[in-house]
């Protein structure tokens, strides 16, 4: 897909996985820059600046290619192209999906459109955003109860990502044996099940400002428009199969099994929520 | 239910342990869970049943391959620890 800002991510992206090389690169720059005169008449510091900066850049190369064996940058640069627009309009849907349309994920020949240009397309962004904020509101709340130190904080933050990864393996697991042949990637997965902590900071803002009433009261409004979202949202994904490899009929498994998948997916969610956010709010 | 990341890999380990030793003749077969009385399923198909078996009959592949030692060595390590 056209990625129209990669000049500032690729360069974020890259930074952030060897940022002890690229600070090798501009320290001597700007060691060049003022001294170039002396540079220039000292061919020792002039050949060892060029020696360090082929090696700078042999491993950069090295980083980048065996981060591309195991995850495809270019897939989780698709993630993250998101806008204002974007967002505002996808935090809305999430809380209040039940004025939403189209639910359909707009291709263009063939790819999938980018989240700047189509709402329904899932995004990272907004998932690891709300996960550290979470993280940030737990550390809060629990320190408006004074049961805060900086260990409880990892742990809030490690429990949260434990559930996350158990919900996507459960998920995969569950798509791969009833041969489901939808094109919900791992990434797809974690962006959908980390929608939920949008709810789950607006319950837990509810539950500090408004006492343990606002709590329910947004507990319950969160879990209902979340189940709604999953529900529309997968439905278009999974239920209805365009496969070319059937004989024309309808979808290759049993379409109550896929159903299952879809209730009992929505249905988890208000119980994590309620689980991860009870303990904060008392 | 404070969880780590720790004890996830320890369940981990386990549930993947669990699987693997799941014996061929002397029990899956009795079940009628063996891999040889699942032949018959091509075309598009496959059934649940099938997908489990052959998830099985792959975890228990790949177990006697190279993570045969390298499981057993990280066990020993977490579960003493």
Redesign the interface.
């Given at each position: 897909f056209d990625d129209t800002s990669s000049a500032a991510p690729g360069m974020n992206s890259q930074g952030f996985y060897t940022p002890a090389y690229n600070m090798a690169g501009p320290s001597n720059d700007m060691q060049g820059g003022p001294g170039v005169n002396n540079l220039f008449a000292d061919p020792m510091a002039s050949a060892a600046m060029m020696y360090g900066s082929s090696l700078a850049n042999q491993g950069k190369d090295m980083v980048n290619k065996e981060i591309n064996r195991f995850m495809s940058v270019n897939k989780l640069k698709y993630f993250f192209a998101v806008d204002t627009r974007y967002v505002l309009k996808k935090l809305m849907i999430l809380m209040f999906p039940y004025t939403h349309q189209d639910w359909e994920v707009r291709y263009h020949r063939d790819t999938p459109l980018t989240p700047r240009q189509d709402v329904n397309a899932p995004d990272l962004y907004i998932p690891t955003m709300a996960f550290i904020t979470y993280i940030l509101l737990a550390g809060m709340a629990l320190g408006i109860q004074k049961r805060f130190s900086p260990e409880v904080l990892g742990?809030c933050a490690?429990?949260a990502?434990?559930?996350i990864?158990?919900e996507v393996l459960v998920m995969l697991l569950s798509l791969?044996?009833?041969?489901v042949h939808s094109d919900l990637s791992t990434f797809d997965l974690i962006a959908y099940s980390g929608y939920k902590y949008v709810g789950m900071i607006f319950t837990v803002l509810c539950g500090l400002m408004f006492g343990s009433d606002g709590y329910y009261v947004a507990l319950a409004w969160s879990s209902c428009a979340l189940m709604f979202f999953i529900v529309r949202s997968l439905k278009m994904k999974i239920l209805p199969s365009i496969s070319s490899?059937?004989?024309g009929m309808g979808s290759?498994?049993k379409p109550q099994?896929r159903l299952y998948i879809t209730v009992a997916t929505a249905v988890f969610q208000p119980i994590i929520i309620y689980?991860l956010t009870s303990h904060l709010v008392r | 239910?404070?969880?780590?990341?720790y004890?996830?890999i320890q369940a981990a380990i386990l549930c993947i342990n669990a699987v693997a030793v799941l014996h061929e003749e002397r029990f899956l077969s009795k079940i009628g869970w063996g891999v040889d009385q699942s032949v018959g399923g091509f075309g598009?198909?496959?059934?649940?049943k099938v997908?489990?078996m052959n998830?099985i009959r792959s975890v228990r592949t790949v177990m006697r391959g190279a993570c045969f030692f390298l499981l057993r060595i990280f066990s020993h390590l977490t579960v003493s620890g």
């Open positions: 742990l490690s429990t990502l434990v559930w990864i158990i791969y044996l009833l041969t490899d059937s004989m290759n498994s099994l689980w | 239910m404070a969880f780590t990341l004890s996830l598009d198909e496959p059934g649940i997908q489990l998830l």
